[in-house]
């Protein structure tokens, strides 16, 4: 402490030195005073969240939401001085301490819950993607902006060592300028292909299933939904592409500067009724495709087109899933396996072949780069997702995947689930967030609520 002339706390007072002992000595190494101390609440906590909620144990956590008693019983009991509620407008009410919320929703409930604590001035983290359409990514990036708190989407390894490493490659210019990227995931890890179920299933006891609909359309409960498999539902989740791909993109997002695609196309396996069939004069016959399926297809494809941006050309990012990949690189040594999950820079002057996230950097044609050194480490490297975001909310500099960042990357993903949802070509007006040449997709970028519920 000082007073205004700059005098110590410890000049004024006679014998004050003996008084004065680092943290650590008076709490041990490690020791954090409980003033330091976030008062953090979850939101859906029994599934990616009670990993989130572990990962943030140096704070106190005070506050727990969840529809679902049941499945989020063990995350209750790990918690037991916790306040347990179903409704997170409640808990937001009532638990005027609350300093930070962690939101780990579906994805169709993420930015109701994200606006709330963000009003309120709650530091936010929250599972990726950051939002379920495009008009709530913008809307939540806008607010994260003018709340002034501190933010943090769930891409783990962004920042990275690996992830620099390849990013400062691509900085380097020793590929030359990148006309092409190509990403590929093995994922879906959840039920494709699926049709809503014809019979209703009984609701967990105790599970308050019209909440947990939320703003979406509304269905009867199955455990086809919940729990876990959400995310292949469009009317709840992003598919395998708005899950996947911020954890790809962060890579090379800032290092190609990116911003907003002009257009994007997307293609998926076809989807029908079952097996082949017979007709009335027994001949096989397909049923009909579904023109317009409610679930993700098996696999899927891809493709956004950048404009040239600075110095860099155009630029086309193509994604792969469920077992699709690009053609192996004809550089590629043929001893060597084409990995199930990766990156694939290619430049004029050669092509990079990166793990999903980052790392094990392959150059090619290897002879010509059998010298190569990696570039000196000029970007910066993580102190811990967690801690990021833990440090941001105490004043220290923002996380690296804040909402602002976070936000520009979701639009890329939703875009490409949009694109993948209606396998359609679709031309894109970033800075009025409307897809031009396609009334139906455009409905899509912000759908109505079901009644009762606003963002």
Not at 46 to 59: D, P
Not at 151 to 166: F, I, L
Not at 369 to 375: E, K, M, N, S, T
Not at 380 to 395: C, D, L, S, V
């Amino acid at each position: 402490m000082s007073n205004q002339d700059g005098l110590t706390r410890r000049a004024l007072i006679p014998g004050a030195a003996a008084l004065f002992v680092p943290r650590h000595v008076l709490g041990g190494r490690g020791y954090q005073a409980p003033s330091d101390t976030l008062n953090i609440a979850g939101v859906g906590v029994a599934g990616m969240g009670r990993r989130y909620l572990q990962s943030c144990e140096s704070e106190r956590i005070i506050a727990l939401c969840d529809v679902d008693p049941s499945f989020a019983a063990k995350v209750f009991r790990r918690y037991p001085k916790a306040a347990v509620y179903g409704d997170f407008h409640e808990m937001l009410e009532k638990e005027k301490s609350i300093d930070a919320v962690v939101v780990a929703t579906p994805d169709h409930n993420h930015a109701i819950v994200q606006m709330a604590a963000l009003r309120m001035h709650k530091h936010v983290y929250s599972a990726k993607p950051l939002t379920h359409t495009l008009f709530e990514a913008r809307t939540v990036a806008n607010a994260a902006r003018e709340a002034k708190v501190a933010t943090q989407m769930s891409v783990q390894s962004m920042a990275g060592d690996e992830a620099q490493a390849t990013a400062e490659i691509l900085l380097s210019g020793a590929i030359g300028p990148v006309t092409e990227v190509h990403v590929w995931c093995d994922h879906p890890l959840y039920p494709a292909g699926q049709q809503r179920p014809a019979a209703d299933s009984a609701v967990p006891e105790g599970m308050d299933w019209d909440r947990w609909i939320g703003p979406a359309p509304y269905r009867a409960f199955h455990p086809l939904y919940h729990p876990w498999l959400w995310r292949s539902w469009w009317d709840f989740g992003t598919g395998t592409v708005g899950d996947m791909t911020c954890h790809a993109l962060h890579v090379f997002y800032e290092a190609l500067q990116l911003g907003a695609p002009t257009s994007v196309h997307g293609s998926r396996s076809k989807m029908h009724g079952g097996l082949f069939h017979m007709d009335a004069d027994g001949r096989e016959t397909l049923p009909p495709l579904i023109q317009t399926p409610e679930c993700e297809s098996y696999s899927t494809v891809v493709t956004w087109d950048f404009p040239a941006r600075g110095q860099h050309p155009p630029v086309r990012v193509h994604w792969y899933d469920g077992g699709l990949r690009p053609h192996r690189p004809v550089e590629l040594d043929p001893r060597t396996p084409m990995p199930s999950s990766a990156l694939l820079f290619v430049g004029s002057e050669g092509k990079l072949l990166a793990d999903y996230s980052g790392g094990n950097n392959r150059l090619l044609p290897e002879k010509k780069y059998r010298d190569f050194q990696p570039p000196p480490k000029t970007l910066p490297r993580t102190i811990g997702h967690y801690r990021e975001w833990i440090q941001a909310a105490k004043g220290d500099e923002p996380a690296r995947c804040n909402f602002e960042i976070a936000g520009r990357m979701t639009e890329v993903a939703l875009l490409g689930a949009l694109a993948a949802r209606t396998a359609r070509y679709l031309e894109w007006d970033s800075a009025n967030l409307r897809v031009t040449n396609d009334a139906d997709a455009d409905r899509l970028v912000n759908p109505p609520y079901r009644q009762g519920w606003t963002l």
